[in-house]
């Protein structure tokens, strides 16, 4: 089966571009999640969904950042203006049940220039 | 008080030997953990769950669970360098209101030759 998929896998911008991540989940987890890793911060969990439905979105750092599912092997991550301290590693993850085992996409290196 | 609490290490320990992780946590509601593994420019990768007290053993991995102690380790047999990597904690923890995998910062092993 295959995991989940990330794209692009990197990501070079200026500062004030919008950056479009993207996600799809394993076929039948019904959970996704956004996290963001940096060196000073570690894992960061940004947004989570169930069902397509934005359940926790208290780790989205601001407005700039806004996320969506619109079905359930599809979602986004936009960052619109992006600023060189959104430079990071995000991760999409995806789980079958709320609380337990998550399966990490490969991620996508964010640089912001 | 962190909510979860790893050693950053890195902890180093020689090829063949037995390398002992280590993870606290506070929430006495836990039940379920997790150990990933990351190593460097990837993502983490899941390789142990546990639920219950006491030990489960995979492979050259066992992962130990004591919930009135609050810790759970995880001890890897016959180290190689290829076990070189960072070894993130995780559990399910209710934060603001939601259940979601709570992950500390992650010990990093090295294996030396």
């Known amino acids: 089966d295959a995991g989940v998929i990330q794209s692009p896998r990197h990501e070079v911008t200026e500062m004030g571009q919008e950056v479009t991540l993207r996600c799809k989940p394993i076929?039948?987890?019904?959970?996704l999640f956004w996290y963001r890793q940096t060196m000073m911060r570690g894992l960061e969990l940004l947004i989570y969904?169930?069902?397509?439905?934005?359940?926790?979105d208290s780790g989205m750092p601001e407005d700039r950042f806004s996320a969506k599912m619109p079905n359930a092997s599809f979602s986004t991550l936009k960052i619109q203006p992006s600023e060189p301290r959104d430079s990071a590693v995000y991760f999409c993850?995806?789980?079958?049940?709320?609380?337990?085992?998550?399966?990490f996409g490969p991620g996508t290196r964010l640089t912001v220039t | 008080q962190k909510e979860v609490e790893q050693n950053s290490g890195p902890l180093s320990v020689p090829e063949g030997a037995i390398a002992s992780l280590n993870c606290t946590y506070s929430?006495?509601?836990?039940?379920?953990f997790f150990w990933y593994r990351q190593y460097s420019g990837k993502s983490p990768e899941l390789i142990m769950s546990?639920?219950?007290?006491g030990d489960k053993e995979d492979g050259r991995f066992t992962a130990q669970l004591n919930k009135a102690s609050q810790y759970v380790s995880l001890l890897i047999r016959d180290s190689q360098p290829s076990d070189s990597a960072t070894y993130l904690c995780?559990?399910?923890?209710?934060?603001?209101?939601?259940?979601?995998?709570?992950f500390g910062a992650g010990t990093r092993l090295a294996v030396h030759p």
């Open positions: 993850a995806s789980s079958l049940v709320e609380g337990r085992e998550q399966y």
């Open positions: 076929s039948g987890h019904d959970y």
């Open positions: 969904f169930n069902n397509n439905v934005p359940i926790d």
């Open positions: 929430d006495r509601g836990s039940q379920s």
């Open positions: 546990i639920y219950s007290n």
């Open positions: 995780a559990l399910e923890g209710f934060s603001g209101g939601y259940n979601k995998l709570i």
